[in-house]
Each structure stands twice: as C-alpha cells, then as structure tokens.
C-alpha cells in the first residue's frame, strides 16, 4: 500500500497561515490525496483533496508538487479551532485506505 | 454533527466476548466503513461495503466480521475479544465507491477488561 509521512507536531500561531507538509513518494497514477483532521473527542473530517492540480476550499488550499510526490495542506489563517490532528491519506480508488501518524497542529493564541 | 449515528456510545465487556456495534449511514450514503483507532496502532481502515456488498477489507482480524442490511445500516461483529480490542470504533460513510468524502461518525469506545 501507498504510504504517507508527515511531521509528528507542528505549531503556529492564530491567524497566521500554515503549512502542513506530506511526502508520498511511493504515489501511483491514480491515486488520489485526501486530508483529514481529527478534533479531540470527535471523528475525522475531510478537509479537501485533489489529483494532480491544487485545489481550493472555504476550509483550506491543498498544494501538489508536478511529480506528486509530495504536497501541502493550506490553512490560510489558523484559528484556535484548527488545532487538531492532520492525516494526509493516499486513496487507491477505495482499496485500503491508509491513515497515516498525523500531524498533532497546536494553534497558539 | 456528520449524519452518521454510531451506537452504542460506549461498550465495556470481558475477554472471550462478543459485542455488536451498529451505525446508520447519512441519508442517501450507499458506502460504509469501518475504522480501528488505538494509542498504538493509529486509525486502521478494518473493511468497506457499498450498497449491501463488501468492496474492500483491510487489516480485519479474521475474528471480526461486519455486514450491511438492506436499509443500508451496518454492523460491525467482533468475537472472542482480547484486551487489545480496546478501541475507539467508527463507522464512516460516502455516496458512491470510491474519491467520495467520507462522513464519520462519533464512534464508539470499546473497552475489553
């Protein structure tokens, strides 16, 4: 199965932009990106996702690289309500899809 | 709140046991999933059906078994539970196969003593 890798934690301040990286060097022709977050106590939710060009959403921007080995989630102006977990997901048209660790955004006021 | 209800809330049981968690899909969701989140193993995609079929399985211990009933609702069987079942549960649901946002709903805590 296709794998992701993320940063374990990462920080930022409120109402400032940021950037959550995610490699995927093992992606495949169709696979699609996905990003989740997770809010303590609460089930995932999707955030956006996209193939080959980025995307824009009320929520967020989804950045991937020209080889799609890589991309970045967006999150234009952080609030306290984005500090969550962050799983960026390679979807293989339904077969298995893989959550990756995540990465822990604390979002400081 | 996602449209997808999980119940029950919370489940404490003994080894060796079987317990039943059920979860109703949003209205118009043809696809649900199920999903094993522990401290250790993170989010673990368990198995996929749509529209009453199953369509993908992941890391479901042969103990474990799921269906989905014909008004589309599922149920997630798990038997002969070990310690390391503990889990928080969730049921996730989509319109079609597959590329579909996926709703999840609040799961359900299992604890096995």
């Known amino acids: 199965d296709a794998k992701t890798t993320q940063p374990n934690s990462m920080e930022s301040n409120e109402e400032e932009p940021v950037h959550l990286p995610c490699n995927h060097s093992?992606?495949?022709?169709?696979?699609?990106i996905h990003w989740y977050r997770q809010l303590p106590s609460q089930g995932p939710e999707y955030v956006i996702h996209?193939?080959?060009s980025n995307v824009n959403n009320r929520m967020a921007s989804l950045a991937i690289a020209e080889d799609r080995k890589s991309s970045t989630l967006i999150l234009h102006r952080a609030t306290l309500r984005d500090a969550a977990v962050y799983y960026c997901?390679?979807?293989?048209?339904?077969?298995?899809?893989?959550f990756g660790p995540g990465t822990r955004l604390s979002v400081l006021p | 709140d996602s449209g997808v209800t999980q119940t029950p809330k919370h489940l404490i049981t003994a080894t060796g046991q079987r317990v039943t968690l059920r979860c109703s899909p949003r209205?118009?969701?043809?696809?649900v999933y199920w999903y094993q989140q522990s401290l250790d193993q993170g989010l673990q995609f368990l198995i996929q059906?749509?529209?009453?079929?199953?369509?993908a399985k992941g890391n479901i211990l042969e103990r474990f078994s799921a269906q989905q009933f014909p008004d589309l609702h599922s149920e997630l069987n798990l038997s002969s539970l070990e310690l390391g079942d503990s889990a928080l549960y969730f049921c996730?649901?989509?319109?079609?196969?597959?590329?579909?946002?996926?709703?999840f709903g609040p799961g359900t805590r299992l604890l096995v003593l």
């Open positions: 996730a649901s989509s319109l079609g196969l597959t590329q579909e946002t996926q709703y």
């Open positions: 093992t992606i495949s022709g169709t696979d699609y």
């Open positions: 996209g193939l080959t």
């Open positions: 997901i390679l979807d293989n048209y339904g077969q298995n899809f893989v």
């Open positions: 209205s118009g969701d043809l696809s």
């Open positions: 059906y749509y529209n009453g079929e199953e369509r």
